[in-house]
């Protein structure tokens, strides 16, 4: 059915459409040339990341004053999707890197976007959020691990469990407690340049999926920082990282599981309409169980996909709230005092979603197609493994739906 | 703190207890400085309508009136069928919950939309 009448009530407009067919591009071009070798070799996706810094998609999220592509949540999505159906690690990286980009615009200074903004705006920086930490996992609101104040500097000491692009970051923003003797919720959070002396990479990233995204263990080891490189006020850290992170890190996560389910699935198709037994002489197409399977596969991915669009649209109102609430200088206590609105569980609601019916989809994909996509190499056999990391990135879809069931029966949020 | 004899209450009553509410709320005031509004409330059914004036980081005055221009200047105008308004400043009915539901229109620029929203989540979620 054409979108003249946009029968969907998605239809993009021109800008949109602009940055989807640009994704498009590069996706086909690079993105797709180098995924299998990035997934083979568990090597960082360099030539990747680099061509969506020249198309300008690392900078899209940042705005058009500063040099990037004045994007919304929506948009990234729609991106994110795309890149994740070529390169499921390339997408993860830059799903990380997108989901730093609006709570630098909401905490940033004048002097910050001067000094060090103006350059990811302009698509020359990768960003990496590190979070997870050793003794809290995928609670990824406890943080043990602080910051002190020396001066006009600050020493961090954090040792971060997990961190795609570990390494290869151009700058990480980090979450650490404001002070040793603070609640581990009382969050400060800093941008850190990639090249500070005293930040650990710890070995090797060897991943079941995603084996490209360098997510490895990084160490902050005592590492100064300048005080200009604080973002937002010290202790406020959680409340912005709900209002401004938390909507496109799930969003964009949701986004990604879509496309590595949508990679499946369109391989799916085209493996069984080629395979033909020659007792029967008919395509694998033909075979009902398949069609049922190809049918269930379909659904999956609509269903889904459609509640990640509308709710990212929701995302980007909830943005001009916050900003509201930011400018009367009231977001901290807001977000303290309503750690369970009814937007934190919808948007909630996406991750396990997305992320279990990726692992449906690309079983189902690996069902349909057999033996040819248990093979190594196979799209399907990278989708299946790429696909099974969203379940248990923090919060873990376990987690998310406790925290879910909990609003609903009126029990309090784990981190208040 | 809200009035919770709504049913048996008229509009009026209940907004003068709304006025009080807004003023004792120290969030409500910090968000409308320097938002200084005549917020027109349009009982679509009745014909009643009321004007709330917020100047100076204040609800100062609900009045009842006859008519009212409504292209005034720093206007927004809710329309809505008299029970559903009464609900609403009674605290029952959160005004975003009315909006998603049909219940009530706003016409208003954008930017006071965004306004009205968070006075909503100050007002009638966080009490
Ligand atoms: C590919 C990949 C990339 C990542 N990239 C990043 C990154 O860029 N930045 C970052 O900060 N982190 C990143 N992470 C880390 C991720 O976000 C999680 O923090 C991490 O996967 C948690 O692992 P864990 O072994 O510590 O889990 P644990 O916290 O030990 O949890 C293990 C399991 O226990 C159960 N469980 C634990 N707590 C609860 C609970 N309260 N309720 C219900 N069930 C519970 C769940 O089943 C959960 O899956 C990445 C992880 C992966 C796999």
Known sequence: ?416 | MWNTNATTTGLSEVLQDFQARFNDNPRAKKLVTGWDRSVLLDASNTGNKFVLAVQDHALREVRKVADFDEDAENLVHLQGDESVLTEIFSGRYNPATALVDGAISIFSSDRDKVKLEALAMILWRLG
């Open chain 1, 1 to 416: 059915m054409g979108s003249f009448l946009n029968l969907d009530g998605l239809a993009l407009n021109a800008e949109q459409g602009k940055w989807k067919r640009r994704a498009e591009g590069v996706a086909r071009e690079i993105l797709r040339a180098h995924a299998a070798r990035v997934d083979q070799d568990a090597s960082f996706p360099r030539e990747s990341i680099r061509a969506l810094g020249e198309a300008g998609i690392l900078g899209m999220g940042l705005p058009k004053e500063w040099g990037g592509g004045g994007q919304n949540i929506f948009t990234s999505i729609i991106v994110t999707e795309q890149l994740a159906k070529a390169c499921a690690a390339t997408a993860m990286c830059f799903h990380m890197h997108q989901s730093t980009l609006p709570l630098l615009i909401a905490t940033a200074t004048p002097e910050q976007v001067e000094t060090f903004l103006k350059p990811v705006a302009m698509g020359k920086a990768l960003g990496a959020y590190a979070m997870s930490e050793p003794g809290s996992g995928n609670r990824i609101w406890h943080m043990d691990s602080h910051a002190e104040r020396e001066g006009d500097e600050y020493v961090i000491d954090s040792y971060k469990s997990f961190c795609t692009s570990a390494g290869s970051a151009d700058f990480y923003l980090l979450p650490v407690r404001s002070g040793p003797g603070l609640k581990p919720n009382d969050l400060s959070l800093f941008f850190v340049p990639g090249d500070t002396p005293n930040i650990k990479p710890v070995g090797v990233w060897d991943g079941m999926g995603l084996r490209g995204n360098g997510s490895r263990p990084i160490h902050f080891d005592r590492c100064r920082v300048h005080k200009k490189y604080m973002m937002g006020a010290e202790k406020t850290g959680l409340s912005f990282m709900m209002a401004y992170s938390l909507p496109i890190y799930l969003c964009g996560m949701a986004a990604c599981y879509v496309g590595i389910a949508q990679a499946a699935y369109e391989a799916a198709v085209d493996h069984v309409k080629k395979r033909v037994h020659t007792d029967t002489n008919k395509s694998l197409a033909h075979v009902e169980t398949v069609q049922r399977l190809i049918a269930e596969m379909r659904v999956s991915i609509d269903v889904v996909r459609s509640t990640v669009l509308r709710i990212s649209q929701m995302a980007d109102n909830a943005v001009v709230l916050f900003n509201e609430f930011k400018s009367t200088d009231l977001l901290d206590e807001v977000m303290r005092d309503n750690p369970d609105d009814p937007f934190f569980i919808e948007v909630a609601t996406l991750k396990p979603a997305a992320c279990e019916m990726a692992i449906e989809v690309t079983s189902k994909a690996m069902q349909v197609c057999g033996g040819a996509a248990y093979k190594r190499g196979h799209i399907v056999e990278r989708a299946y493994r790429d696909g099974r990391a969203g379940s248990v990135m923090g919060p873990s879809d376990d987690t998310t739906k406790i925290v879910i069931g909990t609003q609903i029966l009126g029990l309090p949020q784990p981190w208040v």
